[in-house]
Every structure is written in C-alpha cells, then in structure tokens.
C-alpha cells in the first residue's frame, strides 16, 4: 500500500510536471506571436513616424502664423533617425494591440472562472474607450500648453525646440490624460473584485477631488486654469460615476448574499 502511494504521488508530481511544461510552451508560442507582431507593426509605424511627427507639430504652424519665431529642429546626427525609431516603436505596440492583448487574454482568460472572464472583458470595453477619450483631451490640451510655454520666448528671440524633447513633451502629456482618464476603471474592478467597497470609494471624494486637481496642475503648465480644469474635471465626474457603479455592485451582491442565507 506505501509503495502504491508513492507512486501515486509521483505520477501525480510528474502530471503537475507536464502541465507547468505545457504552460510555459504556451506562453513562449503566445510570445513569440505578440513580439512578431509588435516588430511587423513597428516597421510599418517608422514609415508613419514622419506624418505623425508633422501632425503633432501642428501647434507650431499655429504659433509662426501668429508671428511668434519658433522652430523644430534635428540637433544632432542621430536625433532624426532615433525620433523616428521612437514613434515607430510606439506606433507598432498600438497598431498592434489588438493581437498582443488578445494573446494575453488567451493565456490568461481559461484559468479564470465565467464571471472573472466578464469581469476582465469588461474591464477592456469600458478602460479602451476612456483611453481614447483620455488621449484626445490631451492633444486638445496640447497646442494650449505649447503656446503657452512658446510664449514666453523674449522679442527678439527664436524658440529651437528639438524634436526629441518635442516628442517625449507631447506624448507624455497625450499618454498622461489617456491613463488618468481610466483610473475610475481600475477602482471598479478593485470594487467588484471585493477589495474596496463602494462606501469606501465615495467616501474617500475629497482626496479623489484633491488628486485630480494637482494632476491637472502638474501635467498643465501654471497659469493655465482652463487646461487645468480640462483634465481635472472629467478625471472627478468619472470618480463619482466610478463611485455609483460601486454602490450599485455593493447593493446587488447584498442583495444575492441575503437570498442565498435565505435559502
């Protein structure tokens, strides 16, 4: 009976063995296929860099046409090629997003039972949207602050803005606004993952309020309290939509839970 046994427990650790063996061979397969698609995108996004570079310097255009001398320029030998290099990067983990992310939901999605699995879709539908949202508040916000800052050039002078600092300025402004805009997602999910009560979440509305003005204050310049409250006032209507959706979550599983004790 002990020698049976043991040999159970060694088929067993073999089979646990087999299935870690299998995972990871899936995982490299799943990884293999996000990195090749990450570079095939890459490629396309470093002939897109120029057109992107053009667009995002728009703002400037603006500000010599209302006689202000500002330039963007390449100041160095290799700064060209690296700022393209950059925005094709960039370009190529958007453009292929779609085949990464659902790379990674395959991978993850089985282990998880049917309601976990609604509640990581869901997470993706509503967080890709207010992503998008965030991202367009900020290039809206963005010529303002560029004026802003350009502004304060002396007469007499030229602004020479080089085209990395330009880029990396811009895009974490434009990437800043997108991930402040889907916090509120990531709270509800903490919600109906039954980490933090809806209670909680409202309860917690001046710090909420606080945090989301001195994140507009410090991804807008100073002085410009329009900008400020174009980023800051949506991050707080999303908070207490957050916040509502929570008590709601709340309300119902109390609810399940005192017809289950019912029963």
Not at 205 to 219: E, K, M, P, Q, S
Not at 226 to 243: D, E, G, H, Q, R
Request: glycine share 8%; with cysteine; aromatic share 12%.
């Amino acid at each position: 009976m002990a020698r049976k046994g043991r040999t159970a427990e060694r088929q067993s650790k073999l089979e646990g063995r087999m299935r870690l063996a299998e995972h990871l061979r899936e995982f490299k397969r799943r990884f293999y296929i996000s990195g090749a698609a990450i570079v095939a995108a890459a490629i396309g996004g470093f002939f897109l860099a120029e057109p992107l570079l053009r667009l995002l310097s728009s703002p400037l255009a603006e500000l010599q046409a209302a006689g202000l001398d500002v330039e963007l320029n390449i100041t160095n030998i290799t700064q060209a090629f690296d700022v393209q290099m950059r925005i094709g990067f960039l370009l190529g983990i958007i453009i292929s997003s779609p085949i990464w992310i659902w790379q990674l939901l395959a991978f993850i999605v089985p282990a998880l039972r049917t309601i976990e699995r609604r509640y990581v879709f869901g997470f993706i539908a509503a967080a890709v949207p207010l992503f998008i949202a965030g991202c367009a508040t900020g290039w809206f916000v963005l010529p303002r602050i560029i004026r802003l800052f350009v502004g304060f050039t002396p007469d007499g002078f030229t602004a020479f803005l080089g085209a990395t600092d330009y880029w990396d300025f811009s895009l974490k402004l434009v990437f800043a606004a997108g991930v402040a805009y889907t916090l509120p997602v990531v709270v509800v999910f903490l919600n109906l993952a039954g980490i933090v009560s809806g209670r909680a979440i409202l309860g917690a509305w001046r710090w909420a309020i606080l945090t989301a003005t001195l994140f507009g204050a410090f991804v807008t310049p100073a002085g410009d309290v329009w900008s400020m409250f174009i980023i800051s006032v949506p991050m707080v209507v999303l908070y207490f939509a957050a916040a509502g959706i929570a008590l709601l979550v709340d309300r119902r599983r109390a609810k399940r839970e005192s017809a289950r004790v019912e029963a």
